[in-house]
């Protein structure tokens, strides 16, 4: 079956600019996440939905960070006026449910770049 | 406050050597999972092994071993005869309350034929 997908693979974008990530989780996983790699870092904790709904959005670093999951699969990662610093690679992954953490699967990333 | 620590920043080894790649981490929680996830050059991060805090039998699949010592916050990986695929970065995760997991800064592991 298929596994997480995220489009764009490679997004270059300018500084001041907005961006859109894509996630598209396995099918029938409820739960899921979004993190950020930085090189040579483990990936950092962004936010995870559980179904629809933002369950725990701690991990954003400030309000130019907003994610959706409207009818609970698919879900866009949304940066405002990018800056320097919001280039890494951002990770999604999905699991069955959240109830407890189980086993997360991963997507390939899409690599930030902003110039 | 909640944290891993990997020291280990980078290993390198010749394929056949056994191998450990350390992880410590810091929780007041009394329940807990802890995770390894092996990260290849291709990129996506893969599954290891889940562990909770009360389940502290260390466990074997093929040449993996990971050995949890609650005494000393201690969640191990040992790769037995190392093979040239095992190249990659090694994260050890850890899973408490709420839904966030955090992550230690990888262990870049190096195996050379």
């Known amino acids: 079956g298929a596994g997480v997908s995220q489009t764009p693979s490679n997004k270059v974008t300018e500084k001041g600019k907005y961006v859109e990530l894509r996630c598209d989780p396995i099918s029938g996983h409820t739960a899921l996440y979004w993190y950020r790699q930085s090189l040579g870092q483990g990936p950092e904790f962004l936010i995870y939905f559980q179904g629809t709904g933002a369950a725990d959005d701690s991990g954003l670093p400030n309000d130019r960070f907003f994610a959706v999951r409207p009818e609970g699969s698919v879900s866009t990662l949304k940066i405002q006026r990018t800056e320097r610093g919001d280039s890494a690679v951002y990770l999604c992954a999905s699991s069955l449910d959240g109830v407890l953490p189980n086993e997360q699967f991963f997507g390939p990333g899409t690599r930030l770049t902003v110039l | ?113």
Not at chain 2, 3 to 14: F, G, L, M, N, W
Not at chain 2, 102 to 108: E, L
């Open chain 2, 1 to 113: 406050a909640q944290k891993v620590t990997q020291a280990q920043t980078e290993i390198s080894v010749v394929e056949k050597e056994d191998v450990t790649l350390d992880c410590v981490y810091e929780t007041r929680d009394t329940t807990y999972y802890l995770f390894w996830y092996k990260q290849p050059p291709s990129g996506e991060l893969v599954f290891l092994i889940r562990r909770n805090s009360f389940d502290e039998q260390n466990e074997i699949s093929g040449r993996y071993s990971w050995n949890f010592q609650k005494s000393t916050s201690s969640f191990n990986f040992t790769i037995t005869a190392s093979q040239v695929v095992d190249s990659a970065v090694y994260f050890c995760a850890l899973h408490t309350g709420g839904f966030k997991t955090i992550f230690g800064a990888g262990t870049r592991l190096f195996v050379k034929a």
